[in-house]
């Protein structure tokens, strides 16, 4: 009884390991939300890889919520994979509803595949949830209209990105600066 006992074992121990990856039988079983927080950590530490697989995980576990899916589209974006990153980022809208973040993702993802008039659609329906704060959407919809040469238009949304960037954000606040000189550059050539 014992010999069949171990063998049994043995064959057990054999078969599982041909059964394929192992996996940790805890992170089989975290959570949907430590699975999201342990990727972001993973993301700020330059380790889009190790996140990925804890997203598809997260994004299996829990279809229905949006923030894997969002996550896995911010890194195909960040990689180039401007295809993935529009799948992606279509499903989280799909799972969680009109999100102004993610319409904003995606219509930036959308101005880089060249597709400047879906983009300016995806930025407004953010708009009209009335999103706060507004200004990442003003940027947004200002460099899009900026692409399809609306200078002026885009100067006005631009200008009032740059009022509304608090204090503390001197990167964005730059960036709109910098982006406004621009702007007031081709909508005076435009004029011309």
């Known amino acids: 009884m014992i010999i069949r006992s171990i063998a049994t074992m043995v064959l057990f121990i054999v078969l599982s390991s041909c059964a394929g990856p192992e996996r940790k ?7 949907y939300d430590d699975r999201i927080q342990l990727a972001s950590i993973y993301i700020q530490s330059g380790k889009s890889d190790q996140a990925v697989g804890l997203l598809e995980d997260a994004s299996v576990q829990n279809r229905d919520r949006p923030q894997a899916w969002a996550m896995l589209g911010e890194i195909s974006y960040s990689e180039g994979n401007l295809d993935e990153a529009v ?9 969680g509803g ?9 219509a930036w993802v959308q101005m ?3 597709d400047a008039d879906r983009a300016l659609i995806l930025v407004d ?10 200004y990442p959407y003003l940027d947004t919809r ?15 949304d631009a200008r009032a990105a740059r009022t509304l960037v608090p204090d503390l954000d001197s990167r964005l606040a730059g960036e709109l600066d910098d982006l406004v000189k621009e702007l007031e ?8």
């Open 98 to 106: 009109e999100n102004p973040a993610i319409l904003n993702n995606l």
């Open 87 to 95: 799948s992606h980022l279509e499903r989280a809208l799909e799972a």
């Open 25 to 31: 039988a805890s992170s089989l079983q975290m959570p």
């Open 125 to 134: 329906r953010a708009l009209l949830l009335g999103p706060y704060p507004r």
């Open 185 to 192: 550059g081709l909508a005076s050539i435009g004029a011309e």
């Open 142 to 156: 200002a460099r899009i209209l900026g692409k399809q040469e609306r200078y002026e238009e885009a100067l006005k």
């Open 112 to 114: 880089a595949r060249g």
